[in-house]
């Protein structure tokens, strides 16, 4: 059972929830009177309470989601308020439905989306993963930052071949590491308000840190919002060999380390927005002609479910017709089919901008 104050807390948090009639977020479309009242006294057995989920959307009340779990099984323990949202959230991912078993599927089957390297500039597959045991950044004492990370850096340590690379710790990172990790564009920076009212930032920078293998194609972030989030990216369009070398790169990192799983959500983060197969497949391309005409470059995109965003991600523009293209189906359908699906439809959105030469 959550305490006397934390329950206070909650009414509180509630209150202002209800009063705020310009809120858009998803937390107050779902957290109904009926759910709030069925959820504001339970506990996970790692301690967390309703109060840890919904923090950060009760203070930032211009959130599009506005919840976290704080760990696993407030997934399960709070699912009156989580389902709804991920159902809102994953379109076509209904309450009712399974998420499939992992299936990265014939790795072979991706190529090279723009061979000629007249569109495509950089290609990146990425995916979330949590440690199993461990609760989600906003429960985590200090000591389980410092264990996890070590856990994670010896793991990462022993990786061989095209993954053989460093661990940067953030704690104790001297200037010229840190600068040569911005230039690369690797380096993370302390969360946003968003998180920071989540508690996901606490202890900061223990038992965060960066590791990259020496060609600078594959990347992993240790506890920056999620506990690792695996990175794999090069210059290109070959999106074949970026796909194969992050799949290599998990199957090696989960021989040593058992991630989070849940038989309907499919792998776990402390997002919402991102469980299933947690991942996200982008290139940066240039679309001068199509980017003259964005209704045509929405209807295939729509197509083919796929996330058209500025250069620089959401909210920002496309510099020099330059767009950032991800899949945007992550939930009900595998790995393979959530990839096969952006790869589908970038060599169409490639064929359109050439025929309108």
């Known amino acids: 059972m959550a305490d006397a104050a934390t329950i206070a807390k ?12 310009d809120c858009k977020s998803l937390l107050k479309k779902y957290l109904t009177k009926s759910v709030f009242d069925q959820l504001k006294d339970k506990k996970t057995d ?6 840890d989920v919904i923090q950060s959307g009760v203070e930032n009340l211009d959130s599009g989601v506005g919840v976290y779990a704080p760990d696993a099984q407030a997934y399960t323990l709070f699912a009156p308020l989580f389902d709804p949202i991920i159902e809102d959230y994953h379109k076509g991912f209904e309450q009712t439905d399974k998420h499939p078993n992992k299936d990265f599927g014939d790795v072979n089957q991706f190529v090279n989306v723009d061979p000629d390297g007249k569109f495509v500039i950089s290609t990146r597959v990425r995916c979330g993963r949590s440690m199993e045991g461990y609760p989600f950044n906003p429960c985590l004492t200090e000591a389980q930052y410092k264990e996890m990370e070590s856990k994670v850096s010896s793991t990462l340590s022993s990786l061989e071949g095209e993954l053989k690379g460093t661990y940067f710790p953030l704690t104790g ?5 840190q600068q040569k990790l911005i230039d690369d564009h690797f380096l993370f ?11 996901a930032c606490r202890y900061w920078p223990t038992g965060r840190g960066i590791y990259h293998n020496d060609n600078k194609t594959f990347l992993v972030w240790c506890n920056e919002g999620d506990h690792l989030r695996i990175i794999s990216m090069q210059m290109g369009g070959d999106l074949g060999q970026v796909y194969r070398r992050l799949v290599s790169a998990v199957n090696e990192i989960e021989k040593r380390v058992p991630f989070s799983h849940h038989d309907r959500l499919g792998f776990l983060t402390f997002c919402p927005t991102n469980l299933g197969t ?14 003259a005409n964005r209704e045509k470059l929405e209807e295939v995109a729509g197509k083919y479910s796929l996330q058209v965003r500025g250069t620089r991600g959401e909210h920002t523009e496309a510099e020099g017709g330059v767009y950032d293209i991800s899949n945007k189906r992550r939930m009900g359908l595998t790995e393979y089919q959530a990839v096969k699906e952006m790869q589908d439809g970038i060599i169409e959105l490639i064929k359109i901008e050439k025929e309108m030469q």
């Open 10 to 21: 909650l009414e509180e948090g509630f209150k202002k929830l209800e009063a705020a009639t």
């Open 46 to 51: 790692l301690g967390a309470t309703l109060l």
């Open 173 to 177: 990172m001297t200037k010229e590491v």
């Open 189 to 199: 920076k302390e969360g946003d308000r968003f998180l920071q009212a989540a508690n």
């Open 278 to 291: 947690t991942v996200r497949a982008s290139v940066h391309i240039k679309l001068p002609k199509l980017a």
